[in-house]
Each structure stands twice: as C-alpha cells, then as structure tokens.
T-cell receptor, first 113, second 111 residues
Framework: DTEVTQTPKHLVMGMTNKKSLKCEQH?????MYWYKQKAKKPPELMFV???????INESVPSRFSPECPNSSLLNLHLHALQPEDSALYLC????????????FGPGTRLTVT | QKEVEQNSGPLSVPEGAIASLNCTYS??????FFWYRQYSGKSPELIMF????GDKEDGRFTAQLNKASQYVSLLIRDSQPSDSATYLC???????????FGAGTILRVKS
C-alpha cells in the first residue's frame, strides 16, 4: 500500500473558526511532512516530523499547529487563519528523514473566508 | 539566485517526440535529486530520482545528472498527451534536512 490519505478534500472556514486537517499513511514511513502550495507555485515546506517528533518548523505562524499522535497519523490544527492562508495543503511521507523520495497525499483544498 | 531553477515553460512538443526538461541548482553539496510530476489540481508524484553522475533510465524516462555543472535533466521519450503536466525538480540540501523544489516546468504534448 503506497497511499497517503488526507481528509477533508475541501474545507471552507471563517477566520474565527478552528478546524483540523488529517493525514494517514500505512507504509511504515517514519517521516511525515506538511506542505503548503499556492496556485502555480511549488510546494512550500511547513513542518517535518521524524519518529513522531517535530524535526523542522519552517517558521510557520502559530495559527498552524501540527500534531503527530502516532507514526501513521499527522494532523494540522488551524485557528484564526487569514484569507492569504487559502491554499492546497499537502501531506507527504518518506521512509526516513533526509529522504527526498516522498509520497504525497491528494491534499486538502482550504479556503479561508 | 534561486536554489533550484527551472524554465517555467510551457514546453510544447508533438506526440512521439522527446521532451527535455532542465534544472540547475546552487547548493554544490547536494547529493540527491528528484523529479516529481504534478497534474493540474492533483498532488505531486515522484517519477524519478538520481544520486550519481550520469544517466538513469526507467521506461520512457531518463534522468541525467552532472554535479560539476550543477545540472539535472529529465528526458521523456515517445511523449504522450498524458505526459502533459508540471514537472518539478527537487534537490535535497546538504544541510538543513530539506527538499527544495524548483518552480516547475509546464509540459504540453500535442497530439
């Protein structure tokens, strides 16, 4: 099974809402990633978890809060977002850290109103 | 200078032709190089990776790496309309535990 799943596929939220994005993989990968992708731009790294511990935070605003409950699951908690945060949020996983062979989920299309 | 540079395109090739996609990078210590394909509205999909100088072939795809020139390329032989997508070059930094993506090249294969 080489699949990374993400829910929901689409999310519309107001600036005062709290919501969460979920990601799951069953490939036994030990590194998981959150990326943000704006239209016609490449993916932009947000967070990296390795062995369930936060390894990299690319200076992401605190209104984005990642969580890794176990080796298969990755969440991204959203609170008080801005309209400019509207984007495609991608989850990815790899066998280990420093591994560019990453498998991406289908993404969550987020719209902040 | 951007860390990873690609021509944004679009690169238009006729069906059956060879499509040549190019990428240069600035971190001389980088050791690992990747090509991802992204269809419109979809997520990136890893199609090739290369770690050593020279060529690496997989089906219709050939990745080429020249570390001295800091240059990576992807050749797609017998291009098909289904190959029409954005191709992202990605380079693993020597330090920083990070995969850096180029802006991507849009490929259009015309039937």
């Amino acid at each position: 099974d080489t699949e990374v799943t993400q829910t929901p596929k689409h999310l519309v939220m107001g600036m005062t809402n709290k919501k969460s994005l979920k990601c799951e993989q069953h490939m036994g990968h030990r590194a998981m990633y959150w990326y943000k992708q704006k239209a016609k731009k490449p993916p932009e790294l947000m967070f990296v978890y390795s062995y369930e511990k936060l390894s990299i935070n690319e200076s992401v605003p605190s209104r984005f809060s990642p969580e890794c409950p176990n080796s298969s699951l990755l969440n991204l908690h959203l609170h008080a977002l801005q309209p400019e945060d509207s984007a495609l949020y991608l989850c990815a996983s790899s066998e280990g850290l420093l591994n560019g062979e990453q498998y991406f989920g289908p993404g969550t299309r987020l719209t902040v109103t | 200078q951007k860390e990873v540079e690609q021509n944004s395109g679009p690169l238009s090739v006729p069906e059956g032709a060879i499509a040549s996609l190019n990428c240069t990078y600035s971190d001389r210590g980088s050791q690992s190089f990747f090509w991802y394909r992204q269809y419109s509205g979809k997520s990136p999909e890893l199609i090739m990776f290369i770690y050593s100088n020279g060529d690496k072939e997989d089906g219709r795809f050939t990745a080429q790496l020249n570390k001295a020139s800091q240059y990576v390329s992807l050749l797609i032989r017998d291009s098909q309309p289904s190959d029409s997508a954005t191709y992202l070059c990605a380079v693993e930094r020597e330090y920083g535990n990070k995969l850096v993506f180029g802006a991507g090249t849009i490929l259009r294969v015309k039937s």
